[in-house]
């Protein structure tokens, strides 16, 4: 495998990471030079891309790549990637097996709390998640094109070592908003990465919800992770009355529950199913105030 993650932020590092323990070559792009030399520290062949050019030194990367992870969300204008590859993937990437798009859950709306899945039709609040619908349907399109399978990971909330509800209380950000009936779904970076090579080995193309197994109240996860910490939680909040961001608010207006069967069917199975073993592992692993290193050592 070699592996091309355009966007190496939090969860395209963790992607990268994952690929590199099985042994894979993994290229990487980030919008920087100096984040291109964090990445090459740890051992990813890092290029500067800031979605207006792919230059020579990615193209010739691009034309080993095996496998395609995008990352970096939509604009306005589109995909930042097939913006400028739409029409030359296949001359681009010759050897291109899988293609990893990661989207999120946002496309499906407010549901009232009710389950959603990958049948239910989108939803989408004007903005980001109607330009994520758009960029699915490009990706789904462009693999269609050249007969290669696309894979869509609609993620949840993300979260794992160096953000999470420990990190907030010591901060002293944390907040208990308290709506009634809301809940949030949630995923550990870690599982992201490993759902996203689980489909890469496997060559699965479609839509998959990578999200936890147990949807949940916001205050309930804040309330768990001061237990762990042995401090007493934030007092909670209505959030009828509290002061918020327009958009930590806009959050708040879609509730419901989604559902991971799709992708544990096929055999995936995580490793942080709910958010209780997930807040204790980070705790007692003393991995929550850091960011996992690209690669061990």
């Not at 042994?23 to 980030?30: D, P």
């Not at 291109?96 to 407010?110: A, E, H, K, Q, R």
Request: with cysteine.
């Amino acid at each position: 495998m070699r592996m091309m993650v355009f966007g190496c932020g939090y969860s395209g590092r963790a992607i990268a990471r994952a690929a590199m323990e099985t042994g894979a070559k993994v290229f990487g792009t980030s919008r920087t030079g100096e984040k291109a030399e964090a990445l090459a520290a740890q051992g990813v062949e890092a290029f500067v891309f800031d979605g207006t050019a792919i230059d020579q030194p990615l193209e010739h990367a691009l034309s080993q790549v095996t496998h395609l992870v995008q990352s970096i969300p939509p604009g306005a204008g589109g995909d930042p990637v097939l913006s400028l590859a739409s029409d030359r993937l296949a001359a681009l990437c010759p050897r291109l097996t899988w293609v990893g798009y990661l989207s999120t859950i946002g496309v499906y709306g407010d549901q009232a709390g009710g389950w959603v899945d990958e049948e239910t039709p989108c939803n989408p609040a004007p903005g980001r998640s109607r330009e994520r619908v758009e960029a699915e349907k490009a990706w789904l399109a462009a693999g269609e094109a050249i007969g290669v399978p696309v894979a869509v990971l609609r993620l949840s909330g993300i979260y794992g070592p160096g953000r999470n509800a420990f990190v907030n209380l010591k901060r002293g950000t944390a907040r208990r908003i308290v709506k009634k009936d809301q809940v949030f779904n949630r995923i550990r970076v870690e599982d992201i990465a490993r759902a996203a090579l689980f489909l890469a080995q496997s060559g699965h193309g479609g839509t998959f919800n990578v999200t936890d197994d147990e949807p949940a109240a916001p205050q309930d996860v804040i309330a768990e992770a001061a237990r762990l910490m042995g401090v007493e939680p934030p007092t909670e909040q209505p959030f009828e009355t509290a002061e918020m961001t327009a958009m930590a608010r806009s959050f708040y207006g879609s509730n419901k529950r989604v559902s991971n069967k799709r992708i544990s069917d096929l055999g995936f199975q995580f490793l942080y199913p709910d958010y209780r073993m997930s807040l204790n592992h980070l705790w007692v692993s003393r991995t929550w105030d850091g960011e996992l290193p690209l690669r061990k050592g």
